[in-house]
Nanobody
Framework: QVQLVESGGGLVQAGGSLRLSCAAS????????MGWFRQAPGKERECVAA????????YYLDSVKGRFTVSRDNAKNTVYLQMNSLKPEDTALYYC????????????????WGQGTQVTVSS
């Protein structure tokens, strides 16, 4: 049974930082790409960042490039999203997700999702 548990969300002022964590269990973590998605009220869910199974390939949404960093620790089955210089438009529910297919890097084919952690950035 796959479990993805996010933590680290909260309320922060614009310009501040947060670090999200996602602890994964139930599948061979080291063979699976991981992604961070977000959804704001009234908006579609979007992929904010993704990281390949080895960490060697990453993807970032244009609006977060240079501010967010995705990383992973395969020994701890955990993926992270470091968010700096936060803006009010980053306010959303952030989800950790795991791909369907091992050894494949993608920003769309995710089958497993965490419950989400709220990030709120005040101006």
């Amino acid at each position: 049974q796959v479990q993805l548990v996010e933590s680290g969300g909260g309320l922060v002022q614009a310009g501040g930082s947060l670090r999200l964590s996602c602890a994964a269990s139930g599948r061979a973590f080291r063979s699976l790409s991981m992604g961070w998605f977000r959804q704001a009220p009234g908006k579609e869910r979007e992929c904010v960042a993704a990281i390949s199974w080895s960490g060697g390939t990453t993807y970032y949404l244009d609006s977060v490039k240079g501010r967010f960093t995705v990383s992973r620790d395969n020994a701890k089955n955990t993926v992270y999203l470091q968010m700096n210089s936060l803006k009010p438009e980053d306010t959303a529910l952030y989800y950790c997700a795991q791909v369907r297919t091992p050894w494949k890097f993608t920003t769309t084919e995710y089958d497993y999702w965490g419950q989400g952690t709220q990030v709120t950035v005040s101006s």
